[in-house]
């Protein structure tokens, strides 16, 4: 039961985390779980706005970028 609340709540902290890392992070803390164990009980995170992360690249990059149409 801790390590799904471990799974759990690595997840939430770091959406971006997938199964392989999580797995690899429990086994640093002495928990030996397969990567399918991992899939299983990760939190799927419903991204309500999935271009935010392209504007906000956009907006730290734009001093640095160059655009041109053809």
């Known amino acids: 039961m801790a390590v799904i609340m471990l799974i759990k709540r690595m997840c939430a902290e770091n959406v971006t985390r997938g199964a392989p890392r999580i797995k690899d992070e429990l086994a ?21 706005e999935p271009d935010q992360w392209w504007k906000t690249f ?4 734009m001093a640095a970028t160059a655009a041109c149409d053809f």
């Open 28 to 48: 640093l803390l002495g928990h030996t779980v397969a990567i399918s164990t991992v899939a299983k009980y990760l939190v799927r995170m419903r991204r309500t």
């Open 58 to 61: 956009l907006q730290n990059h």
